[in-house]
C-alpha cells in the first residue's frame, strides 16, 4: 500500500486562498502521476487537476482553470495544489491520488485510474 498524507485543508474566506500539500514517503514518487480530487457531502469524488511524473503535462477541470495550479517537487516527494479565489461550491474533503506509470508524460482523469488514494483533506469556503 502506497502512503499519501494530504494537509493543508481548513476554512478560509470566499476569493481566498490556500494550498494543499500531498507528501509520500514511497521511493517510487518520482514515477507517479498525481491527480487531486474533491467530493462534497452526498456528491460523486470528480477531478480537480493532474499532473504527470514529469511534470511537464497538468490538466484542470473546468471549474478552475485560470483560479488553481498543480505542481509538484520530486526533491520533496510532495504534490501541490495552489487554490486561488475560492468558491463556496469549492467546499469538500479534497484527496490526492497516485498510479506508478513509466511513461512520464501521461495523466490521468479518472478516479477509477488510481489505486493509490490519501484520507483526504477538508476545505471549507464560507460565503
Known amino acids: 500500500q502506497v502512503q499519501l498524507v494530504e494537509s493543508g485543508g481548513g476554512l478560509v474566506q470566499a476569493g481566498g486562498s490556500l494550498r494543499l500539500s500531498c507528501a509520500t514517503p514511497?521511493?517510487?514518487?518520482?514515477?507517479?502521476?498525481m491527480g487531486w480530487f474533491r467530493q462534497a457531502p452526498g456528491k460523486e469524488r470528480d477531478i480537480v487537476a493532474a499532473?504527470?511524473?514529469?511534470?511537464?503535462?497538468?490538466y484542470y477541470t473546468d471549474s478552475v482553470k485560470g483560479r488553481f495550479t498543480i505542481s509538484r517537487d520530486n526533491a520533496k516527494n510532495t504534490v501541490y495544489l495552489q487554490m486561488g479565489s475560492l468558491k463556496p461550491e469549492g467546499t469538500a474533503v479534497y484527496y490526492c491520488?497516485?498510479?506508478?506509470?513509466?511513461?512520464?508524460?501521461?495523466?490521468?482523469?479518472?478516479?477509477?485510474?488510481?489505486?493509490?488514494w490519501g484520507q483526504g483533506t477538508q476545505v471549507t469556503v464560507s460565503s
Open positions: 499532473i504527470s511524473s514529469s511534470g511537464v503535462n497538468t
Open positions: 514511497e521511493r517510487t514518487y518520482r514515477r507517479y502521476a
Open positions: 491520488a497516485a498510479r506508478e506509470t513509466v511513461q512520464s508524460i501521461i495523466i490521468f482523469r479518472g478516479r477509477h485510474e488510481y489505486p493509490y
